[in-house]
């Protein structure tokens, strides 16, 4: 793992697929090193065997702290029992068999004595360094007698080699040379207690390794515990279908004497499962239409025209225009379109003055022969040698000391495009507020909300008001002219 390419690999795995628990082996690294690669995945747990010599390592490490009991470890394994939320409690064993194929017995041996350790449901996963049959093997044969040995400790101990969805080799040497060889090394092995456990669990190869090998993805699915419900989320697709209404209306009339919460609660119940119906699948539908476009074109039949031209009606796009009526290609949707993008990026002509009126100069005449000052040689040279190889900065012509007053002319209230600062941070304003609001019940002085709709601030912005804002901070003209 001392290659940054494969922790850079690593941590995209993580934030894709959001694991539970990460095993790695012949990791080759200290336990110092391991230990950055832990504060770098956020990850609460680890237990690390340390390579001997230019070889072997092991690491084992858990999200959470409190998920993984230590039950045993060796150069070879690491046995832990899992405690995670909502699950029932199970077994897991991180491997590493024996590379040498004289030596191969101690793996077998090694697998039969933790067979007898526990009766959890269990579950080994890694690098056996073994396969089950020659079909896991490309090119030439692979000693019988170590498939027969192997298979031999999975019938002994109650094991059962899982399924691979995906490339079903895992190890290779040699790619696009006559030498190329590809073996399934890695996989995983379970218990039937634990497949009763996790009846639907899969196991993946994941490609794009800077490895040798592929890692594997194993995604224990069973009871509705383990899979994350999905949150219920309104779709404003559904306010253009009249059934939508009748839902939510039907559904506050039958809970007529439960609480507000529990009516939101059945009536987006409710809504989820009409939704999935109406609009829920547009790829599937999509995917139907044209399915349809191709089944008909050639027909000339009554019904075949109808049919084309039914599907055909659904793929076209519709919008509505300010009247609430639907609009398509041939009855003035491109007027439409033209029309709205042409208003929005217009002038309104709006008087500003009030606002101007508002805001208080900031900039000293100090400040501003600060500004006009020329670009010194030294500054463009700091700028390109700071400057990140992957990056280019903007040709806006400002100079450093422009920095220095971006403190002085931004809120303290601002969030948005500040750095540090995200425009979602409004939100938990927002709730902040109006939880406060909600709770104060007493007291002489009142407050209140009020929500305005307004554009974003990047979707249009008058120049003069601009200039006229640059003007009342107390930028001077020549400024104000670069800047426009």
């Not at 109650?158 to 790619?175: N, P, V």
Request: aromatic share 10%; net charge neutral.
């Amino acid at each position: 793992m001392g290659s940054p390419w494969k922790v850079r690999f690593l941590k995209d795995i993580i934030r894709q697929e959001r694991p539970t628990v990460v095993f790695l082996c012949e990791t080759l690294s200290s336990r110092m090193q391991l230990e950055r690669i832990r504060m770098q995945i956020n990850f609460q747990g680890m237990i690390v065997v340390e390579p001997q010599g230019r070889s072997g390592g092991l690491a084992l490490f858990w999200k959470e702290n409190g998920q993984a009991k230590l039950l045993s470890l060796s150069k070879n394994h690491t046995d832990v029992e899992l405690n995670i939320k909502d699950m029932q409690a199970w077994r897991l064993t991180g491997f590493y068999g024996e590379p040498n194929r004289s030596q191969r017995r101690r793996t077998w041996d090694l697998l039969r004595h933790l067979a007898r350790d526990s009766n959890l449901p269990w579950c080994i996963l890694g690098d056996m360094n073994n396969i089950v049959s020659q079909l896991d093997k490309g090119g030439a044969a692979y000693p019988q007698s170590l498939i027969d040995g192997f298979n031999a400790v999975l019938e002994d101990t109650g094991l059962q080699d899982m399924d691979l969805h995906g490339h079903q080799f895992t190890w290779e040497r040699g790619r696009n040379t006559e030498n190329w060889l590809e073996i399934r090394l890695d996989r995983a092995l379970v218990t039937h207690s634990w497949f009763d456990l996790f009846p639907m669990a899969k196991l993946y190869t994941m490609e794009g390794s800077p490895s040798d090998h592929c890692p594997i993805y194993l995604e224990p699915k069973g009871n509705q515990r383990w899979q994350r419900k999905k949150r219920f989320r309104f779709e404003n697709a559904w306010l253009t279908e009249p059934l939508c209404m009748q839902i939510v209306k039907d559904n506050w009339e039958v809970n007529e004497d439960s609480s507000i919460v529990y009516k939101v609660q059945q009536c987006g119940e409710k809504l989820e499962v009409w939704g999935r119906e109406v609009t829920g699948c547009f790829s599937k539908r999509i995917k139907e239409c044209k399915m349809q476009l191709k089944q008909y074109r050639n027909g000339r039949d009554v019904q075949s025209l109808q049919r084309y031209k039914e599907a055909q009606q659904q793929l076209h796009l519709k919008l509505k225009d300010e009247n609430g009526s639907w609009v398509e290609w041939q009855d003035g949707l491109k007027e439409l379109l033209t029309n709205y993008y042409q208003e929005l990026y217009s002038s309104s002509q709006v008087d500003n003055d009030e606002v101007i009126n508002c805001v208080k100069p900031k900039i000293s005449e100090k400040q501003n022969v600060q500004l006009m000052k020329e670009i010194t040689e030294e500054e463009v040279r700091e700028a390109i040698f700071h400057m990140h190889p992957d990056k280019a900065p903007g040709p806006d012509g400002f100079s450093k000391s422009y920095e220095k007053l971006l403190d002085v002319v931004v809120s303290d209230t601002q969030s948005a495009f500040i750095p540090g600062s995200l425009i979602s941070d409004n939100i938990m304003i927002s709730y902040e507020v109006m939880h406060y609001l909600k709770r104060k019940k007493f007291g002489k002085e009142g407050f209140m909300a009020l929500k305005l709709d307004m554009s974003k601030a990047y979707d249009r912005i008058e120049w003069k008001f601009l200039e006229a804002i640059l003007r009342k901070l107390g930028f001077c003209d020549w400024w104000v002219y670069l800047v426009m």
